[in-house]
Every structure is written in C-alpha cells, then in structure tokens.
C-alpha cells in the first residue's frame, strides 16, 4: 500500500485529504505540524508528499526545498496545493513535482497523485 504524508495547518483540509485517499487505497499520514515533517519522513516513509504553501509562520515552499535536500527523500514526488501565487514557483524554485491549485476538484487531485506514485511517472 502506497503511504502518503500530508501537511496543512488547517485540520479540515486534512481530513478532506485523509477521506479523499484512503478511500482511493492509500495508506495516510496527516500532520498540522510542518516543523516536524524531517521526523515524519523518516517514521512513516512516504512514498509521496502533500504540502501547502501558507502554514502559519512556515512557508511551505521552504519545507518543500528542504524536503529535497534531505537525502534519504530526493526521488519522493511532492505536490504543492494552494491558492497562493507563489505556487507556480514551487517546482522551478523549490523541487516540487506538481502543483494543484486551491480550490481543487477532487477527481484532479486524485489523479495527479495516482500518476506521480505510477511506475512511470519520473521525479526531476
């Protein structure tokens, strides 16, 4: 079962997360703690990342770059979702995979993570 780690500091969209995949055959991990994602990769092994951007006092563009430096982590997929601009610098500036803009359809979201945990899918 794949795993999935995702990380938002509103709860609400967690559980929307949580309910959306595992009801699509996902093993979910979900957090409101961004500080903590370094000790969450190294427990739970995601095999893709769900962040957002606006968390608190966090920037989740500068989690997903440190993210990427983490060695053990270079090839795991990270999908930034957001309604913030600055998304569509995520995967130029800061090694995202993809990005989803807020609000998401459901069906989009599903399939983009179906595609980037797909064999044939490459991580940059």
Same mark, same amino acid.
Do not use: W
């Given at each position: 079962?794949? #795993? ?9 969209? $967690?559980?929307?997360? &949580?309910?959306? =995949? $595992? ?11 961004? !500080?903590?994602? =370094?000790? $969450?990769? $190294? &427990?739970?092994?995601?095999? =893709? ?6 968390? %608190?006092?966090? %920037?989740?563009?500068? /989690?997903? #770059? &440190? !993210? #990427?430096?983490?060695?053990? %982590?270079?090839? *795991?997929? /990270? ?9 569509? *610098? ?20 599903? &399939? *983009? !993570? ?7 899918? *490459?991580?940059?």
């Amino acid at each position: 079962m794949k #795993r999935i780690l995702c990380v938002d500091d509103d709860q609400e969209i $967690l559980d929307i997360y &949580e309910i959306i =995949l $595992l009801s699509e055959g996902y093993s979910v991990k979900t957090s409101i703690f961004p !500080v903590d994602i =370094l000790q $969450l990769i $190294l &427990e739970f092994e995601p095999d =893709l990342i769900i962040l957002d951007i606006n968390m %608190n006092e966090i %920037n989740g563009l500068e /989690v997903c #770059r &440190e !993210v #990427r430096s983490y060695i053990s %982590n270079e090839h *795991t997929p /990270v999908i930034m979702i957001s309604s913030d601009e600055s998304i569509h *610098t995520a995967v130029c500036d800061f090694g995202a995979t993809a990005i989803i803009l807020k609000p998401f359809q459901i069906d989009h979201l599903t &399939e *983009t !993570v179906k595609y980037h945990l797909s064999p044939s899918a *490459t991580v940059s």
